[in-house]
């Protein structure tokens, strides 16, 4: 019973500290995905613990432990409306961990925290898999392995030998974690789980485009998806309109897509014209079927569809991030614009005001041609004062005379919505084309990032001898907007004032070629993690086989050899390990005979009858400037070679004493 209660105490606290730290890296994914009461609270029961453990208080009172968790599901049961699914699940075993923190005192309890915070470190890949988040978890698991060397090597041990050795054991087991990744059979997915759908995905596209929908997302910095060229052939930044939903129907300064879509047949166009850009897309998840594409995609990817507007679809909603490969033109020629198909192109409100139809038909008097008053309707929005502005102020879809004729402020969305509007009233087919337009090239990853704040609107027209053909009013009105990005022309114009302060922190942060020399570090190694990691499914393992020569074999192949390869390696670690582990005897006998070859050399030979403590005596009187060190390397002697086990610390400090009496005397 003594026994038993001798190991029974409390917790010492410094394992308590690298346990603490540990749960502390836990906490992101938490704010990023849970009711933030939640990591508040578990915030709050560990401050609290610190509190109490010195005081000796803990939480005892089985009562109060049952109310606590009746509170729990009380308030799990009012956010959620239910403790079923993945999200209220992590957040009662959150709330749960913070009761146990509460009442934990002993070695026991201690183990069983360790053992529900790697639980949480589950929990939390679960919620979010995105680098930071992956770096955190790696982190608390860290500190958590810590923390249990801490603890069985007792509390008073020094701060630096547990990381040590929790970081030999991380690095001993790299080599196994990197072999299981490669070659262990998978399924077709990689290592992305959506088990509970994204909070605040990126969704700032939508099919529907009114006055106010661009320009709210000038202040975005999320993520809408990123591109690579893998052949090298990278269009300039004026030419990169990347093509994302196509909308027919309109109303003044408010447009809108077609709700059901039908995949476009493969004979419905000739074939492209110009140079083939190949494209690598990795899209962010945003819960609808949009992709993305340079204009003119010519083909769908796998899973999705080009439908009449020529932009592609996902056949499923993405709810994850996901990667494919698209191949784009410059133009690509369409048939012939049939009644059925021209009718609804040339449809306006009927309340049109009278003066913007006034405006319309003069393009369009005596017969003009349609590429003639496009090019009129370009000239009135350049020569009669019309800006772009992120905050052009409030417009309602009807305000289409508002904005031409006396404000003449707007963004990208109201210059397409009126120019296409203008164009049907001056009788040419016309449509309204949203997606983004250029994008930040990463020189590290030789990738282009497209954030929401590059999302963007345009023009297409019909003309009878070359079909759809891109017209963007708002390159007449702002031309360093397309020219120079959208960030280039903010800062251009002095527009970063109209952003927020954080906004405004970050550029004069990326001026800065150190941090923007990490920014773009991080984010390739991001992008990496993403497209290396992340996406390493079933076909990617293919192509990986393929590239080494080892394609075409069944999964019982590579489990087999997997299992052969680890074996083999624990063989040589077990080997390695006892190589390190054996007697230290020799080594002792080693480094003496060392010491006493140079004491030779200074005219004090050792005889071979003489012990080490009566030949340290008469070294001494021989050489008198070196008694010192000498007297210190025998005692060493001595302890080392006559002791039970002989201290590796002590070991070390004596083979540096003697290296640095033979150099230096």
Same mark, same amino acid.
């Not at 296409?420 to 930040?440: C, D, K, Q, S, W």
């Not at 004032?497 to 941090?515: E, H, M």
């Given at each position: ?129 995105? #680098? %930071?988040? @992956?770096?955190? =978890?790696? /982190?608390?698991?860290? !500190?958590?392995?810590?923390? &249990?060397?801490?603890?069985? $090597? ?15 054991? #991380? %690095?001993? @087991?790299?080599? =196994?974690? /990197?072999?299981?990744? !490669?070659?262990?059979?998978? &399924?077709?997915?990689?290592? $992305? ?15 529907? #485009? ?119 033109y410059p133009e690509i020629p369409s048939n012939r614009l049939h009644s059925r198909e021209r009718e609804p192109l040339l449809q306006v409100p009927a309340d049109t005001n009278p003066a913007v139809r006034a405006l319309a038909q003069s393009w369009s008097a005596e017969k003009a041609e349609p590429r003639a008053i ?292």
């Open positions: 019973m003594k026994i038993l209660r001798k190991q029974d105490t409390r917790i010492p606290r410094r394992p308590l500290l690298w346990l603490a730290a540990a749960l502390l890296f836990t906490l992101p994914p938490m704010f990023g995905s849970l009711p933030s009461w939640v990591p508040l609270l578990f915030l709050i029961a560990l401050a609290a613990k610190f509190w109490m453990e010195p005081k000796g208080y803990r939480l005892r009172s089985l009562v109060w432990k049952l109310v606590l968790v009746a509170l729990i599901l009380s308030l799990l049961f009012f956010s959620y409306g239910s403790l079923r699914g993945i999200e209220p699940g992590v957040s009662l075993i959150v709330m749960l961990t913070s009761v146990k923190i509460l009442e934990a005192h002993t070695a026991r309890e201690f183990h069983i925290m360790i053992m529900v915070a790697w639980v949480l470190c589950l929990c939390g890949f679960f919620l979010s898999q995105n #680098l %930071a988040i @992956a770096l955190c =978890l790696l /982190i608390a698991f860290t !500190l958590l392995l810590v923390a &249990l060397i801490q603890f069985h $090597r007792g509390s008073s041990f020094a701060f630096w030998p547990p990381v040590r050795t929790a970081g030999k054991l #991380l %690095a001993q @087991a790299g080599p =196994l974690i /990197i072999l299981l990744f !490669l070659f262990f059979p998978r &399924l077709s997915t990689g290592l $992305r789980f959506q088990i509970a759908p994204q909070r605040g995905a990126s969704a700032g596209f939508s099919d529907r #485009l009114s006055p106010g929908s661009v320009s709210s997302l000038a202040n975005s910095s999320e993520v809408a998806f990123r591109a690579e060229f893998p052949d090298g052939k990278i269009p300039p930044l004026r030419a990169m309109y990347w093509r994302g939903a196509v909308m027919w129907h309109g109303e003044g300064l408010e447009w809108e897509a077609p709700k059901a879509q039908v995949a476009l047949p493969s004979t419905s166009q000739g074939p492209p014209h110009g140079q083939a850009l190949r494209q690598w897309i990795t899209i962010e998840p945003h819960d609808a079927s949009w992709m993305f594409a340079l204009d003119w995609p010519a083909n769908p990817p796998a899973g999705a569809k080009l439908v009449p507007g020529n932009y592609l679809l996902s056949n499923q909603p993405i709810h994850k991030p996901r990667r494919y490969e698209v191949v784009s496009v090019n009129k309707a370009l000239e009135f929005f350049r020569t009669q004062g019309f800006r772009y502005s992120l905050s052009p102020g409030e417009y309602r879809k009807n305000d289409l005379e508002e904005f031409l004729f006396h404000r003449r402020l707007g963004f990208c969305e109201h210059y397409a919505a009126s120019f296409a509007t203008l164009m049907r009233l001056a009788g040419i087919p016309a449509r309204v084309v949203t997606g983004y337009l250029g994008g930040e090239y990463n020189e590290i990853g030789h990738f282009f990032l497209v954030r929401q704040a590059d999302a963007h609107a345009w023009c297409e027209v019909w003309f009878p001898d070359s079909g759809w053909q891109r017209i963007d009013p708002t390159a007449v009105v702002a031309p360093d907007r397309v020219n120079l990005g959208f960030n280039s022309f903010l800062e251009r114009r002095g527009g970063a004032g109209q952003l927020d302060s954080q906004s405004v922190l970050a550029r004069n942060l990326a001026r800065w070629p150190i941090f923007g020399r990490a920014r773009l570090g991080w984010q390739t190694l991001s992008y990496a993690w993403d497209t290396r990691v992340l996406s390493f499914d079933g076909d990617e393992q293919e192509s990986f086989f393929a590239s080494i020569g080892i394609a075409g074999q069944g999964p019982i192949f590579f489990i087999i050899g997997t299992l052969a390869v680890t074996i083999a390696l624990l063989a040589l670690y077990a080997g390695w390990t006892h190589l390190r582990t054996r007697p230290r005897g020799d080594r002792v006998k080693i480094v003496y005979e060392s010491f006493c070859r140079k004491t030779a050399k200074l005219g004090a030979p050792r005889d071979p009858s003489e012990g080490p403590l009566d030949f340290s005596r008469r070294a001494t009187g021989l050489l008198p400037t070196e008694s010192d060190r000498i007297r210190r390397i025998a005692k060493a002697y001595i302890a080392l070679r006559y002791a039970p086990a002989p201290d590796p610390t002590m070991l070390e400090q004596f083979a540096k004493e003697v290296n640095f009496f033979v150099r230096t005397s």
